[in-house]
């Protein structure tokens, strides 16, 4: 474990806390309580203190050299593979994981979902965790034979070099629309942080690329070997795809090879996931055909997450970006025979500016949608969905703030070969409200509704 501790409520007798400067908080405010808990020594940017004190320019600089000088060398055996990108991070991620795994490697997972290695580990606070936070799950990999680690590697993480140090054996960039404004202020700031994974690699240096992201060619960087996907002009070139509610039918072809792949996944941007996926193992030295022939391969839970209900199809899926809620209802649109009834919100305390844009694309593309909340955190939910509402121009809504009551409403207007899209938190259990989490699952609400 990493001898530094940067969260106070978790220093115990003969710790050392370093007080770092975040993005919504300060661990300055938090050294008495460190000290309380039994912090011996305290490293800071400013102050004077009755332990052992290391006063630095910059802490978070000080503890990003601090790890890679005294941990780099035990974990730098494994082969990170790493995926940025706005929506699809989770699930080619966890591909690749689920792909190696079946493989027969030792493999792991760090991302969105928590941190998996051979099985389920624990959660995660973030989806790139901080370094030091990082470092202890590489430590723990290392500890544990693990040969390959898949991580989704976010902008803020890039930016904030909590990967600092790292160097990557295979990389993918999967798409870019809006998010994060609320911190990188344009998209063109929000791609570039991206761009930084690609200058991390090491090796071979393979990158798997979607160059039907009209951002792509940033990521195409002169020294890595870069792989591109789409359909009809990249290396890997994908064509004839069907999409029903059970799943994925679908062509592709790579150097004068051509490959027919059925998954068990829905959407036609799973496809792209699922190619990248394929590719970035691929570049392992594993031959296509044997991935293709992988048994149990699918997307992580609540992504796409699928209920039967009679004739109707009901899905939990976390996406809660406006091209995210674009692509999921769209591929909806060419499989659905009946109705789609949309349920989401937004979350509170981030960019609202993704709010009436998520509001219109719901509405425009949903025969109905029932707007509740999502993560309100410190925002009064009312506040959230005026900002939603506005984007709104159809009369094909209704309000229900009470997520539970929301599903409930939405499971009971399930007619005749209709879908229902459950949109927003996917695999969380838990909903925050004024800054208190309380559990709810939305799975768990659509069987309780259906009983």
Known sequence: MIDLVTDSRKVKAGDTFIALRGIDNDGHKYINDAILNGAKRIICEEGSYDVDTLIVPDTTKYLNEYVYRNYYDKIKGIKLIGVTGTSGKTTTCFLVYTMLKKLGCKVAYIGTIGFYMDSFVRDLPNTTPLINELYDCLLECSDNGIDYVVMEVSSHALDLNRVYGLEFDACGFTNISQDHLDYHKTMDDYARAKVKLFNMLRGNKTCIINIDDSYSNLFMLSGNNNITISENKGDVSIYDISLTNLGIGFKFSYLSMDYDVTI????????????????????????????????????????MEMVKYKTNSIFVDYAHKPDAVKKVLESTLEFCKGRIITIIGCGGNRDRKKRPIMGNIASSNSDYVIFTNDNPRFEDPNDIMRDILEGVTRDNYEVILDRKEAIKKGVSMLCDNDVLLILGKGHEDYQIVNGVKYHLDDMECVMDAIK
């Open 264 to 303: 068990d996944m829905v959407g036609k941007y799973n496809v792209y996931n699922y190619v990248m996926a394929l590719m970035l193992v691929n570049s392992f030295g594993f031959s296509i055909s044997d991935i293709i022939g992988l048994k149990g391969i699918c997307a992580p839970r609540g992504r």
